[in-house]
Each structure stands twice: as C-alpha cells, then as structure tokens.
C-alpha cells in the first residue's frame, strides 16, 4: 500500500487483531462477508430515502453514516493486507480500465451507456 | 480527506463523473446501492471456498479480486467525497470506539465476544 | 415447510445438489454468502434508476430480475432446508411481529416511524 | 404466483402497507435495497464461523435466523407483487436453466465448475 495514512491503518488493524487472538478469524472469505455485512449496514440508512443527500441528513445520520462507511473502509484494508493488495495502485488500474470502457465523447450523458457499467 | 493519494483518486473521479455527466446518477443512495453490489462481486470470488488464502488463488484471481476490491474504494470515496466525509478520520474514530467496546484483556481468544463485534 | 410449491422445490434442489456432488459446499454459511451474492444482482438492474417501476423496464430486464428473484428464493430455500426452517411458518411469525412493532394507527404515514423499520 | 400460501402472504403484505400508507416507499428499487440489507443481516450471523450449521447455532440463534430469512422472503414476495413476477414460476424456470448449464454427468464432483455456477 502506497498510502501514508493507509498505511498507518494497516498496521493498526494487524496490531488490534493480534492484541485480541482475532487473526485466526480473518481468513479473507470472512472479512468479504463482514465487509459486504458494513455495506448493507450502510445502505440501510438510505433504503427508503429518494436520494440521501448531504442537506437532508441529521448531523446524527452523518455521523452514523461516516462510521459505516469507516467500517467498509477498516475491512478493505484488513482484507487487502491479509491479499497483499495495494489498494492505490488497484484503483488507479481500475480507473483506466474504466476510461478505456467508457470514453467520455461517447459516454456522455447516455443513461444507457451508464446502467451498463 | 487528509490523505493525499485518496485526495487525488478523489479528484479523478469527480472529473470522471463530470465528464462524461454522470454527476446526475451519483446520489449518495445511489452510490451506496454500487457499492453493495460490487461487494458482493467481491464476495462471490470466495462463496464456496473454505477460507479462501492468498495462496489459493490463481494469479487472474488474484487481480480480478484486487479489481473489486478497488470498485468498493472507488465508491467509497465518491460517496465521501458527495456526504463530505473524511474517510481517513472516520477510520480512526471508529478504530478508536473498537478499542473501548472491545477492551484487548477482556476479548482476548473470545470466538463468544467477537461474534458480537 | 408447510407449502406444496415451496416443498416441491426443496426436493428438486436437494436431488440436484446430490446428482452432483455439491452438498459439501452447501454449508449455511455458503449459502447466505450466495444468497446475498444473488440480492447483489438483483439490486444492479435498480442501481441507477430512479424508481424501477414495472413500466420502465423492458421485457429483457423484467425476465432477467424475475431470474436474480429466483436465485434469490431457490438459496433461500436451500438454506431453509439445511436449518430445518420452514420458511412460511417464519414468515407468518414476523408478520405477527411487525404488527406489534408497527401499529397502523400509530405508524400511518410517518415516513419518520418507517425508516426505523 | 401459483401458490397458496405465498399468495396469502402477498395480500397480507399489500393490506400490511397499505394500513400504513407505506406504499409510496415501496418501489421495485427500495424493495430490492432493502432485500439485500436483510440479507446482510442474515450473513451477519454466519460470519465468523467456519460453517453455520445447525446443530452448531443455538435455538435463540435459529430463530433470529429463521426471522431474517423471513424478512428476506417478505421482501422478495413483495417485490414480486410490485413487478408482478410469478416467483414460483420464476424459480422453475431457472431450476430448467441451471440444469442445462451444470449437467451432472460434467458438474459431478467438480468444484471448478462448480465455482463458475
């Protein structure tokens, strides 16, 4: 992982589940499982909602909001040290795989083109 | 966002949504709903497998896995970028809160405490 | 399982997990992973449409959701099978619940009440 | 939908929502997000466990467990009355697909083809 701060959180985590004997459950099948169980957690705040924007949370959804989606972030992390996947990079070749899928002369404003990502 | 590299992915694909106006899509609800289902294309790479080890994996699934793992990023931090929220510093306040729920003496070993997190 | 449809396609489901050898991956955990793998794909068709109403969709994509629905009731079965839980009984108990939980007199119209549902 | 008891559970949800004027949250989409963050509540369950099966849960634990199976279904019935999908139909049709796909003479102990289903 190229991150500074991403860094620093991977070592954190590896060093929580150590302090509690927590390793032997973070085979990567779990931490996909928990980190798809943090995205419903986080979903859920929005399920009946029409759009959820910013302005029409509570300051108290935000923060809950904020933390869900810190949950989803924290198994990412642990799941990419537990692969050895430096999340950065990955991005970065996501984002120009995505570029070559959808160049934006003809992309744009095609709602078609987009329900097809 | 007070990380550098997840401050320009974050740039980066704001100019990828302006660009080609998919801004019009990228509601918070809709953003968290993307996010769901690229977790569970993650997940589905583990779904019959025991645990599912690095070593387990063949190489094209390896980077197939890293790939979605980066569609989770990537949505993460659109919709951080959308509710205005610091993904780096949420982490750490909810690292910080699992270390008072889950104090290292008392959950140490404890499969009955975790399945509580 | 109390219902004559449902029951028929339990035993169509177990004949064919042992014509093929599958009942060691069938544990419940597995198939609450692809179970929620199967909600993922079903919630792709919706996840940048406004509403999803029936008239929006063509007859490709109504066919295709009715298929994602059908992954989603035939793992719901399986699992069923595997936990010994008879899904309409469950399903009758919660309706009981929700009604106690959910008074019509008191939750009508609140969209407040509801999304504590 | 052909069944009875399924059909019973269809009218019910209807009157259900209908009493608390919850009609205008249910759209195809909403049903689907909420679908799945129940099927995130379910998985929760399994997560850090090697298996999941039942002699290993607890009764209080196959109930919670057979109640967020019940939320699935709800869901799912739900969402078949709006889009007007025959889920038992549905479920055959794709039990006909999945054999034609995985015939036993070729999927028989296979877990390669298996992990493509």
């Known amino acids: 992982m190229s991150d500074a701060d991403l860094e620093t959180l991977k070592l954190a985590l590896r060093e929580f589940a150590q302090q509690r004997d927590w390793d032997q459950f973070h085979t990567p099948k779990n931490l996909a499982s928990a980190l798809i169980v943090e995205a419903g957690e986080l979903l859920e705040h929005f399920q ?7 302005e029409s949370l509570s300051s108290r959804q935000r923060e809950q909001v904020a933390l869900e989606m810190a949950d989803v972030l924290l198994y990412l992390i642990r799941l990419g040290d537990k692969l050895n996947v430096d999340l950065i990079a990955a991005a970065r070749r996501k984002l120009e795989l995505n570029a070559l899928k959808y ?7 095609s709602s078609k083109k987009y329900t097809e990502l």
């Open 48 to 54: 009946w909602m029409d759009r959820g924007d910013r």
């Open 103 to 109: 160049p934006a002369s003809l992309a744009r404003g």
